[in-house]
Structures are given as C-alpha cells and as structure tokens.
C-alpha cells in the first residue's frame, strides 16, 4: 500500500498538533512497511527532523507568501505524487496546499480521507476568508471524501455542518510516543532555565488566544496566595500575546514567578513536563490535547478546559477537566492543589491511562484497516 500524507507543516514549533499527528502517524505507517509519503511546505522543516520520519519519505514545496501559507507548486510533483498513492490523507482543513491536492485527486480519480483534527468551525481570524475558502473548494474537499476522521467525538458536530452524518466518521485519537519522551536530569534543566527549588504549573503550547495563556494566568494571579509556593512557567513560541502576558503578570505583582521560556522541544520539553507538578491546557477550542498526552506519558497530571475535546479524562478524576474561563481554572487549581496527595494520587493512574490507550502503535493498526477497507470497496464498485 502507498499513502500520501499531506499537511502544510511539519514543523511542530509552527505547526502545532496536527504537524506533531502527521509526523508521528507517516512514521509508525512506514514502520509498518507501508510505503509512505509526507508532502509538505519545507518552512521550519530541518534535517533532523525528515531524518527522524525514516523510513517514511518526504517531498518539500517552497513557501510562496506566508501570510497564508500558498505554496509554489510545480504540478508535474503533484501529479506525479498522487499518480503513485493508492489513498491520500489530508490534515487540517484551511489550506492551500490540501485545495490544490485535491484538484489533483479529483483529476486522477484517487481515494482520500480527511481529518480536519478541529479545524473545521469558523473559529479565530479571516473568517470572511475561510467562508470564501468552502464556497470555492472546501465545502466540497469535504463531501467528496471517501473517509472522514475525527480526533474525538466532540467533532461530529463540525462534520454535520458540513453534511457529513456521525455514522459515517472513524474516531481515530491523537496518540503519543514514549520513547521521544526520555528520563533526563531535572536538576540539570532547572539550572539552566534558572528556576528556583519551587513546584511548578507548566503551560505547554503557542502563545495564542485559542490556547487561553491569558485565562491561565489570571485564574494563577487569583490563587497566588493559596499557593505561594508555586511559579508558573509559559513554554512556547509568542503569536503576539506575549507583551501583554508580560505586562499582566507585572500589574499583578507577580514577574518573579511567571517565566516565559518560548519554543521547548527535544530532551528539554521531556524535562520541561517531569519538572512540573502540573500541566494546564487552558484552551479556549482544541480538537484534542496532544501536549496532555505528552504529559501523562511523562507522569505528570493535568487540568484541561472542556473546550480541549478529551472528556475521556474525567474517567480519571472529574477534577482534572473545567469550564474554559478563569473561575473555572482558579476552582481546577484550588481543588487539585490545596491538598499534596491528590496529585500524587493522579499521577499514576493518569500515564497508565494514556500509555494503554493513547499509544501510537496501537493506533496505527485503525489506520490500515481504514485504508484497506476503502481500497477493497472500491475494487468492487
């Protein structure tokens, strides 16, 4: 089986999650023994990383205008690409690079899957662009699909706005690796970040509205002195907030313990979450968490809003998932933090329930059943 993944970025500092799933899902493919192929704009894309996707391969197209990520196509690449997949996988949904994609998988008559992984509401900037996007083509991206995944169940709401009923999507979550999250010295990373011996909250994404750094810290300036102990660290690249995260922290008194550490990968975003007492993912929408999974694998718990798509984790403790505004942050904290043995409690529990439900090479097995359904209804047409 050959399978095109397509996805504007795989560049995690950029990207964010769906650039993490694309990566991780062509890999554990191609350990499989599928023949699998990335294709991607080459922006934040380095060495390191295609040589971390091996054996899957890579095909790159330069960046022709950032403001909204258009490629510079070359459409003998594109045929050619298509041409040789048996199925597509398209991820994410505002793209150029997907439009043009399936203009070519329309042409050639070639099977493809989306999985918008949340992207599909109206939500955020340009959504007078966005509504032009599906009049033209993304409406139709959409309904001609042979496939359709979700990364939680949260998102059959977005599919039936597009016509797409619940019965026909596959749930396929976001998983996570434990290998890429190695034991490191924690003592060794807290120096070099200059942290003081304190317990830590870590926020762990972009600096952006959607990710709800603002709500984190001011549900933290409203329990400050019910945990006067605890610093509260940002790590992740600024998409402007950061000026004004700065400046509140400064109102409130607070600049010695809120950190901001910008874009943490590697070895040190494994220290970055077992230094922390406790990851908050304040999101105001998400599809679905990949940094909570990233955290539980390392044993570190975490509260989410109700806005992040994982209810799944009240099955571990109620507690852990809130309303998406600052009250319900600050009573998260409050009910996590005022007693020591509730995290201690949580934390076990917690990674035992993603490393047995959230592991990619469990996952990856749905994928090729997907896929091998498809090609087979197909030959029977």
């Not at 109700?306 to 571990?316: A, E, L």
Request: hydrophobic share 45%.
């Amino acid at each position: 089986m050959r399978v095109l993944n397509v996805n504007t970025s795989l560049d995690f500092k950029t990207g964010g999650g769906t650039a993490e799933r694309t990566f991780q899902m062509s890999r554990f493919l191609a350990q499989e023994r599928i023949k699998c192929t990335v294709l991607t704009i080459d922006t934040g894309l380095d060495q390191a990383r295609i040589q971390a996707l091996k054996p899957a391969e890579v095909v790159t197209v330069p960046l022709l205008w950032r403001r909204f990520y258009i490629p510079l196509i070359k459409w003998s690449v594109i045929r050619q690409l298509v041409n040789e997949a048996d199925i597509v996988h398209l991820m994410g949904h505002w793209s150029v690079l997907n439009a043009i994609i399936y203009i070519a998988l329309r042409r050639a008559r070639k099977p493809y899957v989306v999985c918008p992984a949340g992207a599909l509401p109206l939500f955020g900037r340009s959504k007078q662009l966005k509504k032009l996007y599906n009049f033209f083509v993304g409406n139709n991206i959409i309904r001609h699909a042979s496939a359709w995944i979700a990364v939680t169940s949260a998102e059959f709401p977005h599919f039936e706005s597009y016509g797409i009923s619940a019965e026909q999507i596959t749930v396929l979550p976001n998983g996570v690796c434990r290998e890429d999250f190695p034991l490191v010295d924690i003592d060794f990373f807290r120096r070099s970040k200059g942290l003081p011996n304190k317990p830590i909250i870590l926020f762990m994404g972009r600096l952006n509205p959607i990710k709800g750094p603002d709500i984190l810290l001011k549900a933290f300036a409203l329990m400050h002195r019910r945990i006067p102990d605890y610093h509260l660290v940002f790590a992740g690249p600024d998409e402007g907030m950061q000026p004004s995260l700065v400046d509140m922290a400064k109102q409130e008194g607070l600049s010695d313990r809120i950190h901001f550490w910008g874009y943490v990968g590697g070895n040190d975003k494994s220290a970055a979450y077992r230094c922390a007492k406790l990851l908050v993912v304040p999101s105001r929408q998400e599809a679905m968490s990949i940094v909570a999974l990233e955290a539980g694998i390392c044993g570190t718990p975490v509260l989410l809003t109700d806005q992040c798509g994982f209810s799944d984790i009240c099955r571990v403790d109620s507690r852990l998932e809130v309303p998406a505004n600052v009250n319900g942050i600050a009573k998260g904290l409050a009910g996590l933090l005022d007693d020591a043995s509730v995290l201690q409690q949580v934390a076990p529990v917690w990674h035992d329930f993603v490393e047995q439900h959230y592991a990619w090479h469990a996952i990856v097995p749905d994928y090729l059943k997907l896929y091998k359904n498809i090609l087979t209804s197909r030959v029977h047409e």
